[in-house]
Protein backbone atom coordinates (compact mmCIF):
# COMPACT_ATOMS: atom_id res chain seq x y z
CA UNK A 1 0.00 0.00 0.00
CA UNK A 2 2.88 2.67 1.08
CA UNK A 3 4.46 1.75 -2.38
CA UNK A 4 1.70 2.09 -4.47
CA UNK A 5 0.80 5.82 -2.59
CA UNK A 6 4.34 6.52 -3.50
CA UNK A 7 4.20 5.55 -6.77
CA UNK A 8 1.13 7.70 -7.05
CA UNK A 9 2.41 10.67 -5.17
CA UNK A 10 5.44 10.88 -8.04
CA UNK A 11 3.66 10.49 -11.13
CA UNK A 12 1.79 13.64 -9.59
CA UNK A 13 4.62 15.47 -9.27
CA UNK A 14 6.23 14.17 -12.82
CA UNK A 15 2.66 15.21 -14.49
CA UNK A 16 2.96 18.92 -12.44
CA UNK A 17 6.31 19.24 -13.40
CA UNK A 18 5.69 18.12 -16.65
CA UNK A 19 3.03 20.86 -17.10
CA UNK A 20 4.79 23.45 -15.97
CA UNK A 21 7.56 23.19 -18.13
CA UNK A 22 5.18 23.27 -20.74
CA UNK A 23 3.54 26.06 -19.93
CA UNK A 24 6.60 28.31 -19.25
CA UNK A 25 7.31 27.32 -22.57
CA UNK A 26 4.22 28.91 -23.71
CA UNK A 27 4.72 31.80 -22.46
CA UNK A 28 8.23 32.38 -23.96
CA UNK A 29 6.58 31.56 -27.60
CA UNK A 30 3.63 33.78 -27.25
CA UNK A 31 6.43 37.07 -26.13
CA UNK A 32 8.24 36.06 -29.23
CA UNK A 33 5.39 35.87 -31.26
CA UNK A 34 3.86 39.07 -30.10
CA UNK A 35 7.22 40.84 -30.45
CA UNK A 36 7.53 39.19 -34.22
CA UNK A 37 4.11 40.90 -35.22
CA UNK A 38 4.99 44.41 -32.77
CA UNK A 39 8.17 44.67 -35.14
CA UNK A 40 6.98 43.72 -38.59
CA UNK A 41 4.10 46.03 -38.06
CA UNK A 42 6.48 49.08 -36.64
CA UNK A 43 4.17 49.11 -33.49
CA UNK A 44 6.73 50.35 -30.48
CA UNK A 45 3.88 50.42 -27.97
CA UNK A 46 2.73 47.43 -28.76
CA UNK A 47 6.48 46.11 -28.37
CA UNK A 48 6.82 47.76 -25.35
CA UNK A 49 4.41 46.07 -23.74
CA UNK A 50 6.80 42.59 -23.28
CA UNK A 51 9.96 44.78 -22.05
CA UNK A 52 10.78 44.65 -18.76
CA UNK A 53 10.95 47.70 -16.66
CA UNK A 54 14.72 48.77 -18.06
CA UNK A 55 15.33 47.50 -21.10
CA UNK A 56 18.83 47.38 -22.62
CA UNK A 57 18.26 48.82 -26.58
CA UNK A 58 21.12 49.42 -28.97
CA UNK A 59 19.94 50.76 -32.55
CA UNK A 60 23.15 51.13 -35.46
CA UNK A 61 22.08 53.93 -37.30
CA UNK A 62 23.52 54.47 -40.92
CA UNK A 63 25.24 57.55 -39.79
CA UNK A 64 26.78 55.75 -36.92
CA UNK A 65 29.65 52.79 -37.24
CA UNK A 66 28.52 51.84 -33.68
CA UNK A 67 26.32 52.61 -31.52
CA UNK A 68 26.46 51.67 -27.56
CA UNK A 69 23.74 49.55 -25.60
CA UNK A 70 22.11 51.57 -23.05
CA UNK A 71 19.10 51.07 -20.52
CA UNK A 72 16.33 52.63 -21.03
CA UNK A 73 12.71 52.73 -19.36
CA UNK A 74 9.97 51.13 -21.23
CA UNK A 75 8.41 54.61 -21.66
CA UNK A 76 11.86 55.82 -23.18
CA UNK A 77 12.39 52.55 -25.10
CA UNK A 78 8.77 52.96 -27.04
CA UNK A 79 9.51 56.30 -28.04
CA UNK A 80 13.10 55.54 -29.24
CA UNK A 81 11.92 52.46 -31.34
CA UNK A 82 8.67 54.57 -32.46
CA UNK A 83 11.02 56.75 -34.07
CA UNK A 84 13.04 54.02 -35.24
CA UNK A 85 10.34 52.64 -36.57
CA UNK A 86 9.28 55.97 -38.37
CA UNK A 87 12.59 57.12 -40.15
CA UNK A 88 12.85 52.95 -41.28
CA UNK A 89 9.14 52.00 -42.12
CA UNK A 90 9.07 48.08 -42.07
CA UNK A 91 8.86 45.73 -44.81
CA UNK A 92 9.08 42.69 -43.26
CA UNK A 93 10.59 40.84 -40.05
CA UNK A 94 11.78 37.04 -39.43
CA UNK A 95 13.51 35.15 -36.97
CA UNK A 96 16.25 33.77 -38.14
CA UNK A 97 17.29 31.34 -35.16
CA UNK A 98 15.69 30.82 -31.82
CA UNK A 99 17.56 29.29 -28.59
CA UNK A 100 18.37 29.02 -24.95
CA UNK A 101 20.55 28.63 -22.64
CA UNK A 102 20.12 25.68 -20.05
CA UNK A 103 22.73 27.13 -17.61
CA UNK A 104 21.57 30.37 -16.89
CA UNK A 105 17.52 30.53 -18.18
CA UNK A 106 18.24 32.42 -20.90
CA UNK A 107 16.37 32.63 -24.22
CA UNK A 108 16.89 34.75 -27.10
CA UNK A 109 15.95 35.37 -30.61
CA UNK A 110 17.80 36.65 -33.51
CA UNK A 111 16.11 38.24 -36.97
CA UNK A 112 15.97 40.48 -40.01
CA UNK A 113 14.22 43.63 -40.07
CA UNK A 114 13.55 44.55 -44.02
CA UNK A 115 13.02 48.26 -44.11
CA UNK A 116 13.01 51.54 -46.67
CA UNK A 117 14.46 54.61 -44.99
CA UNK A 118 13.46 58.21 -45.74
CA UNK A 119 15.07 58.20 -49.17
CA UNK A 120 13.29 55.49 -49.80
CA UNK A 121 16.00 53.22 -50.24
CA UNK A 122 16.10 49.49 -49.19
CA UNK A 123 17.88 48.39 -45.37
CA UNK A 124 17.85 45.89 -43.36
CA UNK A 125 18.74 45.15 -39.49
CA UNK A 126 19.39 42.37 -37.49
CA UNK A 127 17.80 42.13 -34.58
CA UNK A 128 18.91 40.19 -31.37
CA UNK A 129 16.55 40.41 -28.69
CA UNK A 130 17.71 38.45 -25.27
CA UNK A 131 14.25 37.11 -23.05
CA UNK A 132 14.28 36.57 -19.16
CA UNK A 133 11.45 35.23 -16.56
CA UNK A 134 10.88 38.14 -14.01
CA UNK A 135 8.39 37.64 -11.27
CA UNK A 136 7.33 34.29 -13.05
CA UNK A 137 6.50 36.22 -16.34
CA UNK A 138 8.95 36.64 -19.40
CA UNK A 139 10.38 40.15 -20.28
CA UNK A 140 12.07 41.38 -23.29
CA UNK A 141 15.48 42.47 -21.12
CA UNK A 142 17.78 43.57 -24.17
CA UNK A 143 16.73 44.30 -27.85
CA UNK A 144 19.43 45.39 -30.51
CA UNK A 145 18.92 46.75 -33.96
CA UNK A 146 22.25 46.38 -36.24
CA UNK A 147 22.87 47.91 -39.73
CA UNK A 148 23.24 44.75 -41.50
CA UNK A 149 25.43 45.49 -44.05
CA UNK A 150 25.08 41.50 -45.80
CA UNK A 151 28.82 40.72 -44.92
CA UNK A 152 28.97 37.95 -42.55
CA UNK A 153 31.48 38.22 -39.81
CA UNK A 154 34.20 35.85 -39.75
CA UNK A 155 35.71 37.02 -36.52
Known amino acids: MYATTTRALIFIWLLAATCLINLESRAQAEIITSAKTAIKAGDSKELARYFNTLVELKIQDANISKANAKDYSKTQAEYILKEFFRDNPPQ?????HKGSSKESNLHYAIGKYTCRDRNNKSGSFR???????QN????IDAIDFSRDDGKENNN
Not at 136 to 139: D, E, F, L, R, T
Open 92 to 96: NFEYI
Open 136 to 139: GNYV
Open 127 to 133: VFMKLKQ
